[in-house]
């Protein structure tokens, strides 16, 4: 097992072009999360996965995002008509359950950035 | 809703000193508080988790303590070296996903 791993690391777009991040999980977690992170900012929460299920999204996923997790494994990550509001840095963590011991584990990120 | 809030935002030490960055939080209905580092343009680390039915958490010359009742925990370093530094981020899970606070900026001059 290698950790949370995200692809792609980077990622040049021009606004209005669809891009789409992967994020695979440590195998045996059945929870996973996106966050997305701006300069001098903590993550913020975008949206969670139980196994396929996706159960809470975040205000900040507005209809332009999209994402899934098909088969309960890998999950994809993806924006519609990029804006230049939409260059962050977007982060996958993964869990074993959601209780008092989980502990997330993320993976390095993928850096977007939107011209 | 959970606000965190961390200070300092940055902190600059000279290698050696001892040193406490703070997190403070709103709502004490937390499962757990977790400090992460994060190098830049990386991802989190985990350093430590403290469950909320717990006081403090120690890994090495990192002690974390959590007072549910002041809304407040913090982050105690010993002995700082360069290669600490990082962002320390502090976060908590409650009924909603992790809530981070914006980060310590720390710099350990050698």
């Known amino acids: 097992d290698t950790g949370v791993s995200q692809d792609p690391r980077h990622k040049i777009t021009k606004r209005g072009q669809n891009v789409t991040f992967r994020c695979d999980p440590i195998s045996e977690h059945n929870r996973l999360y996106w966050y997305r992170q701006t300069l001098g900012q903590g993550p913020e929460f975008l949206t969670y996965?139980?196994?396929?299920?996706?159960?809470?999204k975040s205000r900040l996923l507005s209809d332009r995002f999209s994402a899934e997790r098909p088969k309960g494994s890998f999950s994809t990550l993806e924006i519609q008509r990029t804006e230049q509001g939409d260059s962050a840095m977007y982060l996958c963590?993964?869990?074993?359950?959601?209780?008092?011991?989980?502990?997330?584990?993320f993976g390095p990120g993928t850096r977007l950035l939107v011209l | 809703k959970q606000e965190v809030t961390q200070i300092p935002a940055a902190l600059s030490v000279p290698e050696g000193e001892n040193l406490v960055l703070n997190c403070s939080f709103t709502d004490s209905a937390i499962y757990n508080l977790q400090w992460f580092r994060q190098d830049p343009g990386k991802g989190l680390t985990s350093l430590l988790l403290i469950q909320s039915s717990q006081r403090e958490q120690t890994s090495g010359r990192l002690n974390a303590s959590l007072d549910k009742s002041s809304g407040r925990s913090t982050l105690y370093i010993a002995a700082s070296q360069p290669g600490d530094s990082a962002t320390y981020l502090c976060?908590?899970?409650?009924?909603?996903?992790?809530?981070f606070g914006k980060g310590t900026r720390l710099s350990v001059i050698a």
């Open positions: 963590a993964s869990s074993h359950s959601w209780t008092s011991r989980e502990t997330q584990y």
């Open positions: 996965f139980q196994n396929e299920a996706q159960l809470e």
């Open positions: 976060a908590l899970l409650g009924n909603t996903p992790l809530v």
